[in-house]
């Protein structure tokens, strides 16, 4: 069945970085593009990233981009975000999800980690 | 950008009954690509439906989804205790893709 773990979350100062790994079982990683989500505590759903399925192409959420970079290694059926200048409003839990791409090039999310903690505080 | 403002922000039933949580459009979702997820407290959101009214793989058949344009609604025929949840709708008709705000569904 198709697993996703995320790792890497923790405490960090604000201007600070912190790198999160995904790591993916269950299905072929290579085939799919890939998203990263985030949730402040008690709020909604905010998307922060994609990659294709060969890495070549990637987009962020204005809020984070310039500061977060993502990035995949297919070999290691594995995503990355690596964040830095992180802010105390980057402080989430951060999912990451499969994206079943769409006819109109659009992404429905059928599978989802169970997310890692960044708290950015001094 | 297609703004999705979902109602009632909190609705309290009891196990046994019907909910009808809403979900409306700025703009005509394109093909009918809207989307719900579930989210329990301290878990990932998991997809319950897609293209409007068709179900994920091993969800219920007590969850339905319809509608079309800018009006679409996620119907839970008769709740059980495990569905007590936040449902998210969310369209990928178009760019960027949007979510709602959220329908929390609590115990009465």
């Known amino acids: 069945q198709v697993q996703l773990v995320e790792s890497g979350g923790g405490l960090v100062k604000p201007g600070g970085s912190l790198r999160l790994s995904c790591a993916a079982s269950?299905?072929?990683?290579?085939?799919?593009?890939m998203n990263w989500f985030r949730q402040a505590p008690g709020t909604g759903l905010e998307w922060v990233s994609y990659?294709?399925?060969?890495?070549?192409?990637?987009n962020y959420a204005d809020s984070v981009r310039g500061r977060f970079t993502i990035s995949r290694d297919n070999a290691k059926n594995s995503l990355y975000l690596q964040m830095s200048s992180l802010r105390a409003e980057d402080t989430a839990l951060y999912y990451c999800?499969?994206?079943?791409?769409?006819?109109?090039?659009?992404?429905?999310?059928?599978?989802w980690g169970q997310g890692t903690l960044v708290t950015v505080s001094s | 950008e297609n703004v999705l403002t979902q109602s009632p922000g909190t609705l309290s039933l009891s196990p046994g009954q019907r909910a009808t949580l809403s979900c409306r459009a700025s703009?005509?979702?394109?093909?009918?690509?809207l989307a719900w997820y579930q989210q329990k407290p301290g878990q990932a959101p998991r997809l319950l439906i897609y293209?409007?009214?068709s179900r994920a793989t091993g969800i219920p058949d007590r969850f339905s989804g319809s509608g079309s344009g800018t009006e679409f609604t996620l119907t839970i025929s008769r709740l059980e205790p495990e569905d007590f949840a936040v449902y998210y709708c969310?369209?990928?008709?178009?760019?960027?893709?949007?979510f709602g705000q959220g329908t929390r569904l609590e115990i009465k």
């Open positions: 990659i294709s399925n060969d890495g070549s192409d990637t």
């Open positions: 999800a499969t994206c079943k791409i769409s006819p109109v090039g659009t992404c429905l999310f059928d599978y």
């Open positions: 969310q369209q990928y008709g178009s760019s960027p893709i949007t």
């Open positions: 269950g299905f072929t990683f290579s085939d799919y593009y």
């Open positions: 293209g409007a009214s």
């Open positions: 703009q005509s979702v394109s093909s009918s690509y």
